[in-house]
């Protein structure tokens, strides 16, 4: 059938990428910021009306705006599947954790002769294990938050390569991480670099971290608000080191927003979707700007899943791919304006439950199919009808095939 063959299509494409796409001097800096539980209703750029995200969507004015990025519902494995190019049923040990034989894009960059830096959340082991983990994944500087060693805001625990930090007592973690980046990159301004910011913003505090100055913790549109001035400020080092042109800046986020958080886009209210898999809580915003190379002011609309970073990174900077299934396809040529090889369907999977959808329908595992082009927020399951069968029959094929293998 025409979709599963389009499935070995993007199987074989994603284990015979090139660096075809640049020449190796045009190869770009990357900077990749992954903003924590922020759906796409949030950002005006996106339609969003409830907060004031300028520097995004400034980013989206002069880049390209993807309509369908969608990550995992949870934070744990949509870090693992960016990294790793790998759906999450080859993934998984336990939760919090990605096992010690998978290749993340920092490695793949790291051997494509790129200066490896990443700030913010370090989720994927606790430290205190293993103060080395982040450099074993490929990141040769880091500044991260320890995960549930201690604080992530104010008067954070913070890991500095791998020591525990000092002189951050009175620090504001996200500023941290902020300040250090700008510094790899100032550091990194005559070789390509990957600064890779899996922000802390704007996941809520836990109940035992510290209150800012005012005795309070930030709420969620208090804490968009400065997760945008934080993207900002790496935007404005970068013109001042002159890399604007030469830096590749994509965004997107972890999984949607907490669903005790209700925001509107005009008059249409939309509840956050964090850890269920509709549409509020898999569709993050994606967003890449690079001046003078990815076309200005346009959007995307074709699927992506957060498998396909890895082959994208991989083909932009020449680096080559594991040795191992990679399920995701590169959009490396969307981002230089050209077609491309768009997927026809994309996957997610969280706590058992998993769903395939092309652009129009999604079919869950369990059975349960929508129209999303009339039922986004999946209200209506189509009935099983003769007319339906067939879309059924070629979703469900696909789903049985990555369950089979």
Same mark, same amino acid.
């Given at each position: 059938?025409?979709?599963?063959?389009?499935?070995?299509?993007?199987?074989?494409?994603?284990t015979?990428?090139?660096?075809a796409?640049v !020449? +190796?001097?045009?190869?770009?800096?990357i900077?990749?910021?992954m903003?924590?539980?922020?759906?796409?209703?949030?950002?005006?750029?996106?339609?969003?009306?409830?907060?004031?995200?300028p520097n =995004?969507? !400034?980013?989206?004015?002069?880049? =390209?705006r *993807?309509?369908?990025?969608h990550s995992?519902?949870?934070?744990?494995?949509s870090?693992?599947?960016i990294?790793?190019?790998r759906y999450?049923?080859?993934?998984?040990?336990?939760?919090?954790? =990605?096992?010690?034989?998978?290749v993340? *894009?920092?490695?793949i960059?790291a051997s494509?002769?790129?200066?490896?830096?990443?700030?913010?959340?370090?989720?994927?082991a606790?430290?205190?294990?293993?103060?080395?983990?982040?450099?074993?994944?490929?990141?040769e500087?880091?500044?991260?938050?320890?995960?549930?060693?201690?604080?992530?805001?104010?008067?954070?625990?913070?890991y500095?390569n791998?020591?525990?930090?000092?002189?951050v007592s009175?620090?504001y973690?996200p500023?941290?991480f902020a300040?250090?980046?700008?510094?790899?990159?100032?550091?990194?301004k005559?070789?390509r670099?990957?600064?890779?910011?899996p922000?802390c913003?704007?996941h809520w505090?836990? !109940?035992?971290e510290?209150?800012?100055?005012?005795g309070?913790?930030?709420?969620?549109?208090?804490?968009v608000?400065?997760?945008?001035e934080?993207?900002?400020?790496l935007?404005?080092?970068?013109?001042?080191?002159?890399?604007r042109?030469?830096?590749?800046i994509?965004?997107?986020?972890?999984?949607g927003?907490p669903n005790?958080?209700?925001s509107?886009?005009?008059?249409?209210?939309v509840r956050?979707?964090?850890a269920?898999?509709?549409? +509020?809580?898999?569709h993050?915003?994606?967003i890449?700007?690079w001046?003078?190379?990815a076309?200005?002011? +346009?959007?995307c609309?074709?699927?992506?899943d957060?498998?396909d970073?890895?082959?994208?990174?991989a083909?932009l900077?020449?680096?080559?791919?594991?040795?191992v !299934?990679?399920?995701?396809?590169?959009?490396?040529p969307q981002?230089?304006?050209?077609k491309?090889?768009p997927?026809?369907? =994309?996957? +997610?999977?969280y706590?058992g439950?998993?769903?395939?959808?092309?652009?129009?329908?999604?079919?869950y595992?369990?059975?349960?199919?929508?129209?999303m082009?009339?039922?986004?927020l999946e209200?209506?399951?189509?009935e099983?009808?003769a007319?339906?069968q067939?879309?059924?029959?070629?979703?469900?094929?696909?789903?049985?095939?990555?369950?089979?293998?």
């Amino acid at each position: 059938m025409k979709i599963v063959r389009a499935a070995i299509v993007v199987g074989l494409a994603a284990t015979q990428l090139s660096a075809a796409t640049v !020449k +190796t001097g045009q190869r770009p800096n990357i900077l990749l910021i992954m903003a924590d539980d922020l759906g796409y209703e949030t950002l005006g750029c996106y339609g969003g009306t409830s907060y004031s995200t300028p520097n =995004i969507d !400034k980013l989206a004015k002069g880049g =390209i705006r *993807f309509e369908n990025c969608h990550s995992t519902p949870k934070c744990s494995p949509s870090r693992v599947t960016i990294m790793t190019g790998r759906y999450t049923f080859r993934t998984t040990t336990k939760w919090g954790h =990605i096992p010690n034989d998978e290749v993340t *894009f920092g490695s793949i960059l790291a051997s494509a002769g790129y200066r490896t830096a990443l700030a913010g959340k370090w989720q994927l082991a606790l430290l205190k294990n293993n103060t080395a983990h982040v450099a074993q994944k490929g990141f040769e500087e880091s500044c991260v938050w320890a995960w549930h060693e201690g604080p992530r805001y104010w008067k954070p625990k913070l890991y500095r390569n791998d020591k525990i930090m000092n002189g951050v007592s009175d620090r504001y973690g996200p500023d941290v991480f902020a300040e250090f980046l700008v510094n790899f990159m100032e550091t990194s301004k005559d070789r390509r670099f990957l600064a890779y910011y899996p922000m802390c913003l704007t996941h809520w505090p836990k !109940k035992d971290e510290p209150k800012g100055p005012n005795g309070k913790w930030e709420k969620f549109g208090e804490m968009v608000e400065n997760m945008d001035e934080k993207v900002g400020r790496l935007v404005v080092a970068l013109d001042d080191l002159g890399l604007r042109e030469s830096t590749l800046i994509m965004f997107t986020a972890d999984n949607g927003s907490p669903n005790n958080v209700t925001s509107l886009m005009g008059d249409i209210k939309v509840r956050g979707g964090k850890a269920g898999l509709t549409d +509020t809580g898999t569709h993050v915003p994606l967003i890449a700007n690079w001046p003078g190379t990815a076309p200005a002011g +346009t959007t995307c609309e074709d699927l992506v899943d957060f498998s396909d970073f890895m082959p994208t990174l991989a083909e932009l900077t020449g680096g080559e791919l594991p040795n191992v !299934k990679i399920d995701g396809t590169s959009f490396a040529p969307q981002l230089l304006g050209r077609k491309g090889t768009p997927r026809e369907w =994309i996957y +997610t999977e969280y706590s058992g439950k998993a769903w395939v959808r092309t652009k129009e329908w999604k079919l869950y595992r369990k059975g349960k199919l929508f129209n999303m082009n009339n039922d986004p927020l999946e209200k209506s399951p189509v009935e099983k009808t003769a007319g339906s069968q067939e879309i059924r029959n070629r979703l469900q094929s696909i789903l049985n095939s990555l369950k089979d293998e």
